[in-house]
């Protein structure tokens, strides 16, 4: 080889190298792009305009943005692409820097309870943002949206995401939100946007959801929806839309959720539901349909949750519903459905459900018949909610209900059941709430109860049971919080036992054959809300420092052989709303204190011939001329004993929403997995949690649902 051409060989190796050395720089160089300074420094003007008690922003420090909390960049270009300041606990006002943000991609601001918007500055901004493709403000207080674009320069043809969930606006939907063509999700729930959903609202040619649940909106539901071909989960619950169910939501081919839910709507249940194949939710409760459930209903396939609960619906409960092999929740109640439409008992069919149902209710309809002899030949064996109140079943309840050992909760309530409990109680474990009050069911609490440790809510009021309040109740259920033996045939004590439970919060054992004293460890309940002992033969005095439950909102211990006088501890009960102490032998003079001030009606005392003073007309020795005791006439008596009850109805309400929300927010508070778990489920789900709404809990209106 030739020196000229080692020479070019050399020259050629060099320059590869070089060119390589060089390419490979600018492939570190970009793989590891540093932020722009023009959003470095906006985002430091947005950390200024925060306040940030958990100090979430301390690592916003640095030269590179890209490296901060919350912050994603481009790899190749560097822009700020991704901002997340959700679930923050920032304070302030949302600044109008966010608009410097130029190829921002997708900004998450949700879960911001105290941030605010001021004015619409910060909206003018981000509606500049040509490449935003996610928009998430839930829960940051927002109180206004512009009724037009018409100066705010909107360039919004990338975004794909908007939520503006949970926050305050007072206004009618503005038409505008329903020209961003380019939206797959939509999300205005838990406002207080009112007027008509906009006719605009089937110009969405992508649009995958479309929640407008827990507002005020009326008016029908327009038929552009019918337009949504995209439309997947459609959510219009809980506003106050009427009309009927239009025609219209058969043509919504690849709908799965269809929740039109607490409204007014009327009319029949329209058969073109029967075309949605792919739907596997549908709630349709808390409206005002009429008409028959129709037979089509059971071409649903798909259908994992049925609810039509709480209309007007009339006649047979379609065969047709026993095809759904995929069902797991099905809600019938509160309608006038009468089983088979023949002969008015459970068909046999219900029982043969898919073995995936895990809630059946079919309370508050006309249902007559009795329970199946032999749960275990059923396919519902898995279910976990067994909800059939207020109907008209009658028979005995049959030992192979204690075959369902998934159950949680059993409410066969309000019938005309008869016999004895069976005995067979031991294997459900999971049994978190029992309701079997206001049946004719006779015989003692069985022994076997007490291995249902998880129990939470008993009620067997209104019934024949007879015999001693067991003992075992206090040692072995220590999670009950409501306890209700009212209107039985129970005698002998109070036994101390029940004193154990720390977590009780009502404890009704009125209207038995009960002796002897009220048992001073009843002090130990600091819990207790509710109290009610009343119509029965106790005797001795009422503890003296009956002050320390200071939970205490209703006290009944009328129509019983109390003596002594009424403690004057009693007027530290700061919560009490109801006291009835009437029919006793209490005496000496009534004391006064500034709750009991609100308590002074007369009735409250009556049938007491030696209480006096205020609010009574006797008065005491030395307080002036004595005057012939009162409220002793058999028509005063009678009138106390309506009070009496008037005063119980009150009990019910309050202790069924206290009990609710114990149940629900204290768990929520201080089990954050369970926490999480629960706001997941108000995004995906709409469930009847059945123990809190046998209670009375009010559907809370700011997440109130448990459906998607």
Known sequence: MSEYTKTCVVWLLWFL??????????????????????????LLKLKAGLV???????????????????????????????????TSGFNGSIPPQLGNLSILEILDVRENWYLRADDLQWLSGLLSLQHLDVLKLSYCGLQSLPSSLKNQHANFTSLSVLDLSANDFHSAIPHWLFNISSLTYLDLSVNNFNGQIPKQAGSFRYLRTL??????????????IGRLSFLSKLHLSSNQLNGTVPNIIGQLSDLKVLDLAHNSLQGIIPASIGRLSFLSKLY???NQLNGTVPNIIGQLSDLKVLDIADNSLQGSIPASIGRLWFLSKLYLSSNQLNGTGISDTIPDWLWNLSSQVVLLDLSQNEIRGMLPMS?????????????????????????????????????????????????????????????????????????????????????????????????????????????????????GTIP???????????????????????????????????????????????????????????????????????????????????????????SGRIPTGSQLQTLNDTPVYMGNSYLCGPPISQECPGDGTSQSPSFTSKENEDEGGDIQEMLWLYLGIVSGFILGCWMVWGVLFFKRSWRIAYFLLVDDLYDKVYVTSVLGIRRWKEMKGRRT
């Open 17 to 42: 190298l070089c060119v390589g050395t060089i390419n490979l720089c600018l492939c570190n160089s970009l793989s590891s792009a540093t932020c722009w300074e023009i959003e470095r420094q906006a």
């Open 52 to 86: 940030d008690p958990a100090n979430q922003l301390s690592t916003w420090t640095d030269e590179d943005c890209c490296r901060w909390s919350g912050v994603s960049c481009d790899n190749q270009t560097g822009h700020l692409t991704y901002l997340n300041l959700s």
């Open 211 to 224: 929640d407008l649940r827990n507002n005020m909106i009326s008016g029908s539901i327009p038929a552009s």
């Open 375 to 491: 749960f275990s030949s059923t396919n519902i064996e898995d279910i976990n909610h067994l909800i059939l109140s207020n109907n008209k079943i009658n028979g005995s309840i049959p030992s192979s209900i204690c075959k369902l050992e998934e159950l949680a909760v059993l409410d066969i309530s309000n019938n005309q059941l008869s016999g004895e409990l069976p005995t067979c109680w031991k294997n459900l474990t999971n049994l978190m709430a029992v309701n079997l009050a206001n049946n004719n069911l006779s015989g003692e609490i069985p022994s076997s109860m007490k291995n249902c440790t998880s129990l939470v809510m008993v009620d067997l009021g209104q019934n024949k049971l007879h015999g001693n309040i067991p003992t075992w109740m206090g040692e072995s259920l220590s999670s009950l919080v409501f306890l209700r033996l009212r209107s039985n045939f129970f005698g």
């Open 284 to 286: 349709l409760s808390g």
């Open 496 to 586: 101390p036992q029940i004193c154990e439970l720390s977590s009780l919060q009502v404890l009704d054992l009125a209207d038995n054959n009960l002796i002897g004293e009220i048992p001073v460890g009843v002090l130990s309940l600091l819990g207790l809300q509710g109290l009610n002992l009343s119509r029965n033969h106790l005797t001795g005095n009422i503890p003296s420092k009956i002050g320390v439950l200071q939970s205490m909102m209703t006290l009944d211990l009328s129509r019983n052989e109390l003596s002594g006088q009424i403690p004057p501890s009693l007027s530290n009960l700061s919560f009490l709303n109801h006291l009835n102490l009437s029919f006793n032998n209490l």
